[in-house]
């Protein structure tokens, strides 16, 4: 069962954007905290950003100043944008919720950042 769809990756250059959007159903959106997670071959799952239902946000210190986590309640839709990207941001990205139980994981969005 897709719970979650992530889209907007793809392939930037160094110092270059992108924004990441994923939308789930409003049951799931109004009650949770969503959050944006990454993951490269071989390392764990970590945590980029999150944001509660009421506005508050959480970054990982390397994406501070750099990524942007929002909200759309009307739309169900969270957003992240990532400014000044660096190759270390390569990775899949991930959206769920911020604590367990999780949603069904979606296949995630390919950020690729080239030097």
């Known amino acids: 069962q897709v719970q979650v769809v992530e889209s907007g990756g793809g392939l930037a250059q160094a110092g270059g954007s992108l924004r990441l959007s994923c939308t789930t159903s409003?049951?799931?959106?109004?009650?949770?905290?969503m959050t944006w997670y990454r993951q490269t071959p071989g390392k764990q799952r970590e945590l980029v950003a999150s944001?509660?239902?009421?506005?508050?946000?959480n970054y990982l210190d390397s994406v501070k100043g750099r990524f942007t986590i929002s909200r759309d309640n009307a739309k169900n839709t969270v957003y992240l944008q990532m400014n000044s990207l660096k190759p270390e941001d390569t990775a899949i990205y991930y959206c769920?919720?911020?604590?367990?139980?999780?949603?069904?994981w979606g296949q995630g969005t390919q950020v690729t950042v080239s030097s």
């Open positions: 944001i509660t239902s009421g506005g508050f946000t």
């Open positions: 409003r049951s799931i959106f109004v009650r949770n905290a």
């Open positions: 769920n919720t911020f604590s367990q139980p999780f949603l069904s």
